[in-house]
């Protein structure tokens, strides 16, 4: 079969597959929303909006579409794949459109603490299905075909590319309010990525799925970036065995070190993560009491320096040699505190809600 062929065929057995995700809300939340937001303090202009609201289209259920995204089925009955952000907000409502224009209600089953992944379940049986496939032994080079529901407005857009690059390290926008994270180890690819394209799948010539597509650049031509598909395995394995995505934890909260940094507080080194809670709100401590950081030893003004025999800079951060260890691994860190050098060794717990305080960003927490 000849590559052109080979295009079609691949892409004709993928599409009944990829789904379109419509984000919807409640008008008395959203209008309930807005009076916290500061950008409508002016009484006129949230009539206004509210006004606008109201003649906007509505599903059968009398809610208001606020956005959408792409998803895509990896099982018959209804597991399907998308990113986190695109399921982020956890009071709105999804729904799951096929290509075919069937619409299903989907439950959100998890969101990865980390990773821009997520699954949600549709319950219907029988369905299409993507296989999923391996982003270990990538090619820069090789082929790759990206689908999805462009600008939220044309679905089953198809383009094709090839694999730009390995191991990308990002910032990401994740959501309309502009909170950002930092995305590595990312599929870089020349395929045309659009808004609206956010969580459909990236697949080989073979048909297999070997990333879910994540973000783009703005500014830039045809650079875009997938998530690979490893991360997802791994947190469906979490739910079949746990049935939630379990994350490793020690409990401290930090801020990489710099140049800068070093000159402005007068600290011995310029690399390293400092371990303090400046910028939290009023009580929220550096060391989260009972962590395993704290049972470890670790105190607020520390300078942890290695992990595990690795230099920590910028470049390689704490939250970059933890995510590489398991829940109930230990790590040897270098501490540095009051000019002394220090070993610690430390357990990684898993993050909880009896761990983790909802008001702190999860990039500020290890």
């Given at each position: ?61 009398g809610r208001i579409k606020i956005g959408g995204g792409s998803g895509f089925i990896i099982s018959p009955d209804g597991i399907v794949l998308t990113n ?135 500014g830039a031509q045809n650079i875009g970036f997938a998530i690979p598909i490893e991360r997802a395995k791994a947190d469906l394995e979490e739910i079949k ?126």
């Amino acid at each position: 079969m000849d590559y052109e062929q080979k295009i079609i065929s691949v892409t004709k057995k993928a599409l009944p597959a990829v789904v379109s995700i419509v984000i919807t809300k409640d008008l008395e939340q959203i209008t309930s929303e807005l009076s916290f937001n500061p950008m409508f303090n002016n009484p006129y202009d949230r009539a206004f909006l509210e006004s606008k609201l109201r003649e906007a289209p509505k599903d059968e259920h009398g809610r208001i579409k606020i956005g959408g995204g792409s998803g895509f089925i990896i099982s018959p009955d209804g597991i399907v794949l998308t990113n986190k952000h695109v399921v982020m907000d956890t009071k709105s409502e999804y729904g799951v459109i096929m290509g075919g224009g069937k619409k299903y209600d989907a439950e959100v089953l998890a969101r990865d603490p980390l990773n821009d992944v997520a699954i949600i379940k549709i319950k219907a049986k029988g369905l299409p299905y993507l296989e999923l496939g391996s982003a270990l032994n990538l090619e820069l080079g090789q082929t790759v075909i990206a689908i999805g529901n462009a600008l939220n407005e044309f679905q089953n857009t198809v383009s094709t590319g090839v694999v730009s690059g390995l191991s990308r390290l990002i910032t990401a926008t994740t959501d309309i309010a502009g909170h950002q994270e930092r995305l590595k180890g990312l599929i870089q690819t020349d395929a045309a990525i659009n808004p609206g394209n956010s969580g459909g799948p990236m697949i080989n010539l073979d048909g297999k799925v070997i990333g879910i597509n994540s973000a783009i650049v703005f500014g830039a031509q045809n650079i875009g970036f997938a998530i690979p598909i490893e991360r997802a395995k791994a947190d469906l394995e979490e739910i079949k065995k746990y049935g939630r995505i379990r994350r490793p934890f020690i409990g401290l909260r930090h801020i990489m070190l710099n140049q800068i940094l070093k000159d402005r507080f007068h600290l011995p080194v310029e690399n390293g993560a400092l371990i303090m809670s400046e910028g939290l709100p009023q009580g929220e401590t550096a060391v989260i009491p009972n962590s395993p950081a704290e049972k470890a030893g670790i105190k607020e003004f520390d300078i942890i320096l290695r992990c595990n025999n690795k230099d920590i800079n910028e470049e390689n951060t704490l939250e970059d040699q933890l995510s590489n260890l398991k829940i109930g691994d230990a790590a040897k860190l270098t501490v540095l505190r009051e000019g002394k050098k220090l070993e610690k060794k430390i357990v990684l717990g898993e993050i909880n809600k009896q761990t983790l305080s909802a008001d702190v960003p999860q990039k500020e927490t290890d």
